[in-house]
């Protein structure tokens, strides 16, 4: 089903479908859902449907509160759509973007490297890691890769058989890519990376060419060699 966009609380791009599917499920909802619900309804990871709902709850779309349990444990979490999520005025989270980047920039003696292992972080948090006992194939490594750019609003091509790039349609972030390539871009071949360490692939992010075309970044991928652990790539 397509999910219908959502306009984002600074009147900027719509979020991503991912996230505008979170945002119906706790809309829909006749209760406050915790992330197990929401990662139940959506199909969503438990660490991707928490990712979503906490953008959500800081773009003022949703609201995050504590109830207490009948029984021993710890207060739940739950998640409540917030209106129409304009309270409090608009929010500017794009210049916000902009001064972070500049910042990072000016401060960091490597800014890249330190976007890169920023995104490496959060790729690897972002991913569910299969079991011990099993081992991904470069196509299954890349399939699951695509599927984690599209929960964060991307819109890669699903690539063929065999295929060592990732055409990704659409940046979530471009408006602040295009005057910190250096430090937005680096962000996101981390992220590609880190995702890829988490499932112990045998395949590596080896390039991220952005703007290739007018609205298309190009993820050049490569092969782990046959006694290269690719956690260490």
């Known amino acids: ?3 219908p966009a959502v306009l984002a609380p600074d009147g900027g791009p719509a979020v991503g ?3 505008a599917h979170v945002l119906d499920c706790l809309r829909a909802a006749g209760s406050a859902l915790d992330v197990q619900e929401v990662a139940g309804s959506t199909g969503l990871s438990l660490n991707t449907a928490r990712f979503h709902l906490d953008g959500l709850v800081a773009a003022g779309l949703a609201a995050r509160a504590s109830q207490a349990r009948a029984g021993p444990g710890r207060p739940r979490i739950a998640y409540r759509a917030a209106g129409d999520g304009r309270q409090g005025g608009q929010r500017r989270y794009r210049l916000l973007s902009e001064m972070l980047a500049g910042l ?5 003696p490597e800014p890249g490297r330190a976007a890169e292992e920023a ?3 959060w790729g690897r948090y972002l991913t569910d890691g299969p079991p011990p006992s099993r081992r991904l194939d470069a196509d299954q490594a ?3 890769l695509t599927m984690t750019m599209e929960k ?3 819109a890669p091509e699903v690539p063929a058989q065999g295929a060592q790039e990732i055409r990704l349609r659409h940046c979530p972030f471009r408006e602040v890519a295009e005057n910190h390539q250096d430090i937005v871009c680096e962000l996101h071949l981390g992220l590609m990376r880190g995702a890829l360490s988490e499932m112990r692939a045998p395949v590596t ?3 991220l060419q952005p703007f290739a075309e007018p609205g298309l970044c190009i993820a050049r991928l490569g092969l782990a060699g046959p006694d290269q652990d690719p956690a260490q790539v």
């Open 119 to 121: 995104g490496d972080a």
């Open 142 to 144: 890349i399939g699951q």
């Open 104 to 108: 990072v920039t000016g401060m960091l």
């Open 205 to 207: 992010a080896d390039a």
């Open 17 to 19: 479908r991912s996230r």
């Open 1 to 3: 089903m397509d999910v």
């Open 152 to 154: 964060i609003g991307f």
